[in-house]
């Protein structure tokens, strides 16, 4: 169960990469406040030093705030944030690098490809989303906000494990077409 564990971390990690290059640690001290980690609550897992920044807004309710997005455009990109999400509940892994741009801002394009390809061996694991939403737009490039359930299951087992969270999956325009160029993912 905690290789399970570990591994759902990995599945999330690499579905969710963030340009940070230091590892966080949290002596579980005073000063381990939540703005100490570069992928915390408060930031939404986002490098400040980034050129663009992603995230959210709530109103005073806790409601997502949606994004003014022409119809045919809003469409266009909740179907390409659909794909993404269905490519990889198939685990197949050429149709889910369809969806991943060619140079994503990021992560590695090559790096996620393996690391992928050997999790969905070892693993069987599902993306449900609700509360698609988009947050942000642009005309080269968007922000769908999810909230996210990952269930993941040891292939050779009946170890499962389920995490949920919140999503934001960035895409920048590619040949005309929407690209993931970016996720940043805040565990509940």
Known sequence: MKKLIIAAGLILALAAC?????????GNTVEDG???????AVDHG??????????FTVDDEGNVIEADV???????????????IAAFNSEDIDRYMKTIAQ??????????????????????????????????YE???AEVFATLSVNMKD??????VEQEGRQVVVFKKEDDEWKVTSVHFIGN
């Open 18 to 26: 963030s340009n940070s290059e230091e590892p966080s640690v949290n």
């Open 34 to 40: 939540n703005s100490a980690n570069e992928n915390n």
């Open 46 to 55: 986002i490098d400040e030093e980034q050129e663009e920044s992603a995230g």
């Open 70 to 84: 022409p119809e045919g455009k809003a469409s266009e990109l909740l179907s390409a944030y659909d794909e993404y």
């Open 103 to 136: 140079e994503p801002d990021g992560f590695d394009r090559e790096e996620d490809q393996a690391a992928l390809s050997e999790a969905f061996e070892a693993y069987d694991t599902q993306y449900e989303t609700t509360d698609e939403t988009i947050v942000k």
């Open 139 to 141: 005309e080269e490039r």
């Open 155 to 160: 292939a050779n087992s009946d170890d499962a």
